[in-house]
C-alpha cells in the first residue's frame, strides 16, 4: 500500500478544499486583468502541462466507455471553472458559491437511502446560505446571467464528482485525470486566448500558483478519495468550501464573523461529521449496486 493510500479519504478531500480556497485567493486578483477565460486557460494550460511532464500518462488501449468518460470528465472540469468564474463578474462570492453548491448538495440528497443523510444534506444546506448571507441579498440585485452561470457551475460540479470516480476507477493513477485536464483547456482555449499577450512574468507567476492550488493539488486530492469514498459522502463534505472560506477570512483578512455565520459554520461542520461518521458503515443498498 502506497503512502498516499495509508491517508484517510476525508483527509485527502480536506487537503483538496483548503488548497482551493487559496487558490481562489490569487485567482481574484487575475479576473480584473484576464477576465473569466484568461485566468481559467492560463490555469488550466500550465496544470495540464506540468501534470503531462510528471505523469506522461498513457494514450493508447482504452476503449470507447473510457474515453467517453475522458472527454465528458474534461468537460464538465473546463465549464465548471468558466462559469463559476464568469459568475463573479456578476455576483457576490458568498451568493455565487450558495447557488454552484446545489449542484453537489443535489447530488449527495439523490443518492442519499437513509433518514439520516437527508438531515445531513438539509443541515449542510441551510449552513451554506447562513454562512454566504445570500439571504441578506436582495432579490433585485441579483442579475439573472450571473444566476444561470453559478447553477450551470453547480450542474458541472456534481458531474465532475461523479465522472472524477469513475476516471479514478477505470484508468490507473491519474491517467484519466490528466487526460481529462487535456480536454478541458482545449474547450475553454477559444474564450481566453485573447487574454495571452497579457500574460506577463508576474500574472504567470499567479497562474503558476492557481494552476497548482486550485487544479492540481485539489483534483488529484479529491480523485484519489473518491476511489475509497462514494459521491455521497465526498458531496457533503464539499459543504466545508464556504465554512473554510469564511474562516480564511477572519484569520487572513481580519472580516468578521456574524452570529448566523458561526451558526451556518456549525450546521456544515456537523453535518460533516455526521455522515462521515454514522454513515461509515455500507449501505445495504448500495453494496447491492456495486
Known amino acids: 500500500m502506497s503512502a498516499v493510500n495509508r491517508v484517510p479519504a476525508s483527509i485527502l478531500v480536506l487537503g483538496g478544499i483548503v488548497s482551493v480556497q487559496f487558490g481562489g485567493a490569487i485567482a481574484q486578483t487575475l479576473i480584473p486583468v484576464l477576465g473569466a477565460g484568461g485566468t481559467v486557460v492560463l490555469r488550466l494550460l500550465l496544470s495540464t502541462t506540468i501534470m503531462l ?28 471553472n468558466y462559469t463559476f468564474y464568469g459568475s463573479l463578474a456578476h455576483l457576490p462570492i458568498g451568493v455565487a458559491v450558495t447557488i454552484e453548491f446545489i449542484g453537489p448538495l443535489l447530488l449527495a440528497s439523490a443518492l ?35 444566476i444561470a452561470l453559478a447553477l450551470t457551475a453547480g450542474g458541472c460540479w456534481a458531474a465532475y464528482v461523479i465522472l472524477s470516480g469513475r476516471a479514478g476507477a477505470h484508468f490507473p493513477a491519474l491517467d484519466g485525470l490528466a487526460l481529462a485536464m487535456v480536454v478541458a483547456t482545449a474547450v475553454t482555449l477559444p474564450v481566453g486566448i485573447g487574454s495571452v499577450p ?64 458561526l451558526v451556518g459554520m456549525a450546521l456544515v461542520v456537523g453535518a460533516s461529521v455526521l455522515i462521515m461518521g454514522f454513515g461509515a458503515r455500507p449501505d445495504p443498498a448500495e453494496a447491492a449496486a456495486t
Open 53 to 80: 511532464a510528471v505523469l506522461r500518462p498513457r494514450w493508447r488501449g482504452y476503449g470507447r466507455a473510457e474515453w467517453t468518460t475522458v472527454l465528458l470528465f474534461g468537460l464538465a472540469l473546463g465549464l465548471m
Open 112 to 146: 442519499s437511502r437513509r433518514l439520516l443523510d437527508i438531515i445531513a444534506v438539509l443541515a449542510a444546506g441551510v449552513g451554506v446560505v447562513l454562512i454566504s448571507e445570500a439571504l441578506h441579498t436582495p432579490l433585485a440585485d441579483l442579475e439573472w446571467t450571473g
Open 198 to 261: 497579457d500574460w506577463t512574468g508576474p500574472l504567470a507567476l499567479k497562474g503558476l500558483g492557481i494552476a497548482v492550488l486550485s487544479s492540481l493539488l485539489p483534483y488529484s486530492l479529491e480523485l484519489l478519495a473518491l476511489r475509497r469514498m462514494s459521491a455521497k459522502v465526498f458531496g457533503v463534505m464539499l459543504s466545508l468550501e464556504p465554512a473554510c472560506a469564511a474562516l480564511a477570512g477572519l484569520l487572513v483578512l481580519g472580516q468578521r464573523l456574524h452570529p448566523a455565520q
